[in-house]
């Protein structure tokens, strides 16, 4: 089994999406011996947002590492994404990794019915992590999106492991990280 880890946080050591991801892969790795970990860190090397010469294929550079960002997503069973809310959405980076991995032909296609996703069968748990309370909120365009991304490549086993209200006090930052660690999902679990 395989599993890409992806962090997207711009806080480094203070991020809660990072700590919670880092918990989620370590639960992983204890449950499941023999799982491969490839970790990509968004922050600390950032691709670049895509240009009318990444899109042509022109840049040999950017083709090779675009080749390489999709090939270890296909590769992967359970991807597990570090999305903190930024201005009520996900951070760029995480945006610009996603438009390397949603690609016409690789992980979708259209047909006369609609898309059609083709990277179905792998799991992804997100590790959510947000100042305010945003759930169900009609400013929530993070988890959404990345539902609806997902679904469009033909994800649809998605799990969120949220600490929300993370700025409101120092106690309710505390208690949203506890519940959120509470909260991570065994590869173990069986499916009711």
Do not use: C
Request: aromatic share 6%; no cysteine.
């Amino acid at each position: 089994m395989k599993l890409l880890h992806i962090d997207s946080s711009a806080l480094s050591e203070q991020s809660v999406s990072r700590q919670l991801g880092n918990a989620i892969v370590s639960r992983w790795r204890d449950e499941m011996p023999g799982l491969q970990v490839t970790h990509r860190d968004l922050d600390a090397d950032p691709l670049p947002h895509l240009t009318a010469a990444a899109l042509a294929g022109t840049d040999s550079v950017a083709s090779r590492r675009a080749e390489q960002v999709l090939q270890e997503f296909l590769d992967s069973d359970i991807v597990v994404i570090g999305a903190p809310m930024y201005n009520f959405g996900i951070p760029s980076t995480l945006k610009a990794w996603i438009d390397r991995v949603a690609v016409a032909g690789k992980t979708f296609r259209y047909t006369e019915q609609g898309p059609q996703g083709l990277a179905g069968g792998k799991k992804v748990i997100i590790a959510s992590a947000r100042g305010g309370l945003h759930s169900g909120s009609p400013a929530d365009f993070q988890e959404p999106y990345l539902k609806a991304v997902l679904a469009f490549l033909g994800i649809e086993d998605v799990e969120f492991v949220r600490a929300e209200g993370l700025a409101l006090s120092p106690q309710h930052r505390l208690e949203a990280i506890d519940a959120a660690l509470a909260a991570i999902p065994s590869p173990l679990r069986k499916a009711a």
